[in-house]
């Protein structure tokens, strides 16, 4: 017999093969989707409420803990805990290696749902500050689309997923259509009031993909902390809980868990037909068959099936296959002590978003242009209460020193700065043929650096933010200066860029390849330029347009 | 993964001179507790430890104590933070069992010099003396200098382990002590005008 031959394969469950699947299934094409990662349990796989007392180490590293020890990499991600461990990748089994002197640190998700399951939920609208950046500045690239073509996906989309926020009117990052916003804390509205009337700089409360109002069987949020834990509430959005049930609801659609993809394959027409992949428990290698194939891996984990695929990389005359890859600058910032607040109760609700500061610099407004760097940056941060942990600093023991500990909390106040990274051509991922993973797949060697650019901003947004900071009243206000490698912001993409020219880009604007016309990339890999605001909103919205101008094509028959 | 084997740490002196009950071995510059120095080491019920010795966990247990003794709000030992300080240490790198292990000799070393007992044996008064000397309280140089930085390790043991235990998180912190549904209240005073 045969092997069937689907409509589409969809290659990732995540946050944007969940899209992409949704679409098409819902469109009654047949689809195949292969990931990676092991099934996904609503019965086991949310932990949320596990307490530190629930664990022998109370949630310090515990070496006895297997899943960790092979997750060296993960963990550099908060996320990645001795709770959820067997949501990450195998570092062991899954290498890459990096060129001299460039660090990277690849996070990737090793279940149904990716790492929709693991993500900060923070969702942002890019605008045309972002998509025409090129024009206003005359570095790099355009999108080959603009915010107006986006606008109403990202519409529906934040109907769908659930963003609660504010409306703002800012130019430079475009309301939405929001749930209730979370509440400020006390600082956090000095904070506010500092930077708008002292410095004109606007700041809002985090946008974030969690209900504030229940929808159907998704609950408001109930404030318990770690959503990285899984959901039992279902109030972040996460593919298996939305777009992958509404996928199974159609009957048309087979998700085959722990496949590991290792090629596209063509035919003679030169046009994919297919894929490979290892069923990882067997180490087997099979092979399935489709019309339409879409790569929803992840940026990098896409690129290199790619790259994988055919000798200098599938489809890819143009040579960007691989290169201009980018992440958000992370891990610089400033933190202080707010001591007006000292004293002042941490409430039990623990609220999972923090504020957000949009980008002020180099805006229309000319009072924004600086001439330091180009593009900008936000921040990301807000106020944090200490609940006893002021008491490792506290001098002295005994009774006295115990009974005034819960009443001496320290209040904090933090702004992290989430840069743009400028596309550049040798910021590059390419196929090392001298290692391969476990089942035998050269892994990529990853070659990216911060540039120029991306270091005078760091200076610069250290030393406003340390100005905000004392305007503020904070007091031992300490900067960390030492960005973080790329790959760290978790924010990876770019390396099959899109665009009009087939010269200089890998795919059109709907996510579509220029060579093979059944062949899309429907995740992170198809940004042209990142912007500074969280890229999973806009990587969403992507392949939702994407997805439905490609059942408009198949339908006519543009595809075969 | 296997489990490191026990370090020892070296260069105790006067400890290894007390054979096991031996109780005046060394000449005492003080002598206000003889009388408990026939106690053997204190062991605590039904409590056997991973890491330490009996007579070690019953030490750490005295001294947690001390840092956080009873009051309105249950003691160390009675959140149980012996346990999760063996536990924790019976599966640290080596080099951090060592420094413990040492810091504690070192004490119980000191306690002989001071009080002519062994530590476990002192009343609570003498071992808050004790920790009163090498406490954070004061900077330390010389001869005090591994008793500092030892007090300094087990207090934060001490704080960790009691803050992240059930009845931390319950008597001492006063929150639920399962997850349960909360609501976000956030500001409600309006900018500048919070109490």
């Given at each position: 017999?045969?092997?069937?031959?689907?409509?589409?394969?969809?290659?990732?469950?995540?946050?944007?093969?969940?899209?992409?699947?949704?679409?098409?299934?819902?469109?009654?094409?047949?689809?195949?989707?292969?990931?990676?990662?092991?099934?996904?349990?609503?019965?086991?796989?949310?932990?949320?409420?596990?307490?530190?007392?629930?664990?022998?180490?109370?949630?310090r590293?515990?070496?006895?803990?297997?899943?960790?020890?092979?997750?060296?990499?993960?963990?550099?991600?908060y996320?990645?805990?001795?709770?959820?461990?067997?949501?990450?990748?195998?570092?062991?089994?899954?290498p890459?290696?990096?060129?001299?002197?460039?660090?990277?640190?690849?996070?990737?998700?090793?279940?149904?749902?990716?790492?929709?399951?693991l993500?900060?939920?923070?969702?942002?609208?890019?605008?045309?500050?972002?998509?025409?950046?090129?024009?206003?500045?005359?570095?790099?690239?355009?999108?080959?689309?603009?915010?107006?073509?986006?606008?109403?996906?990202?519409?529906?989309?934040?109907?769908?997923?659930?963003?609660?926020?504010?409306?703002?009117?800012?130019?430079?990052?475009?309301?939405?259509?929001?749930?209730?916003?979370?509440?400020?804390?006390?600082?956090?509205?000095?904070?506010?009031?500092?930077?708008?009337?002292?410095?004109?700089?606007?700041?809002?409360?985090?946008?974030?993909?969690?209900?504030?109002?229940?929808?159907?069987?998704?609950?408001?949020?109930?404030?318990?902390?770690?959503?990285?834990?899984?959901?039992?509430?279902?109030?972040?959005?996460?593919?298996?809980?939305?777009?992958?049930?509404?996928?199974?609801?159609?009957?048309?659609?087979?998700?085959?868990?722990?496949?590991?993809?290792?090629?596209?394959?063509?035919?003679?027409?030169?046009?994919?037909?297919?894929?490979?992949?290892?069923?990882?428990?067997?180490?087997?290698?099979?092979?399935?068959?489709?019309?339409?194939?879409?790569?929803?891996?992840s940026?990098?984990?896409?690129?290199?099936?790619?790259?994988?695929?055919?000798?200098?990389?599938?489809?890819?005359?143009?040579?960007?296959?691989?290169?201009?890859?980018?992440?958000?600058?992370?891990?610089?910032?400033?933190?202080?002590?707010?001591?007006?607040?000292?004293?002042?109760?941490?409430?039990?609700?623990?609220?999972?978003?923090?504020?957000?500061?949009?980008?002020?610099?180099?805006?229309?407004?000319?009072?924004?242009?600086?001439?330091?760097?180009?593009?900008?940056?936000?921040?990301?941060g807000?106020?944090?209460?200490?609940?006893?942990d002021h008491?490792?600093?506290?001098?002295?023991?005994?009774?006295?020193?115990?009974?005034?500990?819960?009443?001496?909390?320290?209040?904090?106040?933090?702004?992290?700065?989430?840069?743009?990274?400028?596309?550049?051509?040798?910021?590059?991922?390419?196929?090392?043929e001298?290692?391969?993973?476990?089942?035998?797949?050269?892994?990529?060697?990853?070659?990216?650096?911060?540039?120029?650019?991306?270091?005078?901003?760091?200076?610069?947004?250290?030393?406003?933010?340390a100005?905000?900071?004392?305007?503020?009243?904070?007091?031992?206000?300490?900067?960390?200066?030492?960005?973080?490698?790329?790959?760290?912001?978790?924010?990876?993409?770019?390396?099959?860029?899109?665009?009009?020219?087939?010269?200089?880009?890998?795919?059109?604007?709907?996510?579509?390849?220029?060579?093979?016309?059944?062949?899309?990339?429907?995740?992170?890999?198809?940004?042209?330029?990142?912007?500074?605001?969280?890229?999973?909103?806009?990587?969403?919205?992507?392949?939702?347009?994407?997805?439905?101008?490609?059942?408009?094509?198949?339908?006519?028959?543009?595809?075969? | 993964?296997?489990?490191?084997?026990?370090p020892?740490?070296?260069?105790?002196?006067?400890?290894?001179?007390?054979?096991?009950?031996?109780?005046?071995?060394?000449?005492?510059?003080?002598?206000?507790?003889?009388?408990?120095?026939?106690?053997?080491?204190?062991?605590?019920?039904?409590?056997?430890?991973?890491?330490?010795?009996?007579?070690?966990?019953?030490?750490v247990?005295?001294?947690?104590?001390?840092?956080?003794?009873?009051?309105?709000?249950?003691?160390?030992?009675?959140?149980?933070?012996?346990?999760?300080?063996?536990?924790?240490?019976?599966?640290?790198?080596?080099?951090?069992?060592?420094?413990?292990?040492?810091?504690?000799?070192?004490?119980?070393?000191?306690?002989?010099?001071?009080?002519g007992?062994?530590?476990?044996?002192?009343?609570?008064?003498?071992?808050?003396a004790?920790?009163?000397?090498?406490?954070?309280?004061?900077?330390?140089?010389?001869?005090?200098?591994?008793?500092?930085?030892?007090?300094?390790?087990?207090?934060?043991?001490?704080?960790?382990?009691?803050?992240?235990?059930?009845i931390?998180?319950?008597?001492?912190?006063?929150?639920?002590?399962?997850?349960k549904?909360?609501?976000?209240?956030?500001?409600?005073?309006?900018?500048?005008?919070h109490?």
């Amino acid at each position: 017999m045969a092997a069937k031959i689907y409509d589409a394969i969809v290659v990732g469950s995540g946050a944007t093969g969940g899209w992409s699947a949704k679409v098409l299934t819902e469109a009654g094409m047949e689809v195949l989707m292969l990931e990676s990662g092991t099934s996904f349990d609503e019965t086991k796989d949310y932990r949320e409420h596990t307490l530190p007392h629930d664990l022998p180490l109370r949630g310090r590293p515990d070496p006895r803990n297997e899943l960790l020890e092979r997750r060296k990499v993960q963990q550099y991600c908060y996320a990645c805990t001795e709770v959820n461990a067997d949501f990450f990748i195998d570092d062991v089994d899954n290498p890459y290696t990096t060129a001299p002197g460039k660090p990277f640190n690849w996070i990737q998700a090793n279940k149904v749902g990716g790492r929709s399951l693991l993500w900060a939920r923070q969702s942002y609208r890019m605008s045309d500050y972002d998509f025409k950046a090129a024009s206003r500045d005359g570095y790099g690239e355009d999108w080959p689309l603009e915010y107006k073509d986006l606008a109403p996906y990202y519409d529906r989309m934040e109907r769908y997923i659930g963003v609660s926020g504010n409306k703002e009117g800012l130019d430079v990052l475009p309301d939405g259509d929001f749930l209730p916003p979370m509440a400020y804390s006390c600082g956090e509205q000095d904070l506010k009031a500092t930077l708008e009337g002292k410095f004109g700089v606007p700041m809002t409360i985090g946008r974030t993909a969690v209900l504030t109002e229940s929808r159907g069987d998704r609950l408001a949020c109930h404030y318990c902390g770690p959503c990285h834990y899984g959901c039992r509430t279902r109030s972040y959005f996460n593919s298996p809980q939305t777009t992958l049930r509404d996928c199974a609801a159609t009957g048309k659609f087979t998700l085959v868990p722990e496949a590991m993809v290792e090629k596209v394959t063509t035919n003679a027409e030169n046009l994919a037909d297919g894929v490979t992949y290892f069923d990882k428990p067997t180490g087997e290698r099979r092979e399935a068959k489709a019309k339409i194939v879409i790569l929803c891996a992840s940026t990098l984990a896409s690129t290199r099936i790619l790259l994988n695929s055919a000798s200098g990389g599938i489809a890819n005359s143009s040579d960007v296959l691989g290169r201009y890859v980018m992440d958000h600058i992370y891990a610089t910032g400033v933190g202080g002590k707010y001591p007006k607040r000292d004293g002042a109760k941490a409430e039990n609700a623990q609220r999972p978003n923090g504020i957000y500061v949009p980008r002020f610099q180099n805006l229309d407004d000319p009072k924004t242009h600086t001439k330091k760097f180009l593009r900008g940056y936000g921040y990301q941060g807000g106020e944090g209460l200490t609940s006893w942990d002021h008491a490792l600093r506290k001098k002295g023991f005994g009774a006295a020193f115990k009974d005034a500990i819960p009443d001496e909390t320290q209040s904090r106040m933090s702004l992290g700065g989430f840069g743009e990274i400028l596309p550049r051509a040798d910021n590059r991922v390419t196929l090392d043929e001298n290692v391969t993973d476990k089942w035998g797949v050269p892994v990529l060697r990853m070659q990216c650096s911060l540039g120029s650019n991306e270091l005078a901003m760091v200076d610069e947004l250290l030393q406003r933010g340390a100005e905000f900071l004392e305007e503020l009243g904070c007091k031992d206000i300490q900067i960390r200066d030492n960005p973080a490698p790329m790959g760290s912001g978790i924010h990876e993409v770019g390396s099959a860029r899109m665009g009009e020219d087939k010269r200089t880009s890998y795919l059109n604007e709907f996510q579509q390849s220029h060579e093979i016309k059944n062949l899309f990339v429907m995740d992170g890999a198809s940004y042209v330029s990142i912007g500074c605001v969280n890229p999973t909103l806009t990587m969403m919205s992507l392949a939702l347009r994407s997805s439905e101008y490609l059942v408009e094509q198949a339908k006519r028959g543009e595809l075969s | 993964m296997t489990k490191p084997p026990k370090p020892q740490p070296t260069g105790l002196s006067r400890r290894s001179m007390l054979g096991a009950g031996a109780t005046a071995a060394v000449a005492f510059p003080v002598l206000p507790a003889l009388a408990a120095v026939k106690t053997p080491a204190a062991v605590i019920d039904g409590w056997t430890p991973k890491f330490f010795t009996a007579q070690q966990g019953a030490v750490v247990a005295a001294l947690s104590d001390v840092i956080l003794p009873k009051t309105s709000t249950p003691s160390a030992t009675e959140a149980l933070v012996h346990e999760y300080i063996d536990e924790a240490l019976s599966v640290a790198e080596a080099d951090e069992q060592l420094e413990f292990l040492g810091g504690l000799a070192w004490l119980e070393d000191h306690a002989i010099d001071r009080f002519g007992a062994r530590l476990e044996a002192l009343v609570p008064d003498q071992q808050s003396a004790l920790l009163m000397e090498i406490s954070d309280h004061h900077d330390h140089a010389g001869r005090l200098k591994t008793g500092a930085a030892f007090f300094v390790d087990l207090k934060q043991r001490v704080l960790f382990g009691y803050y992240t235990s059930k009845i931390g998180r319950t008597e001492a912190l006063g929150k639920p002590a399962a997850v349960k549904r909360e609501r976000l209240v956030g500001c409600t005073h309006g900018s500048g005008h919070h109490p």
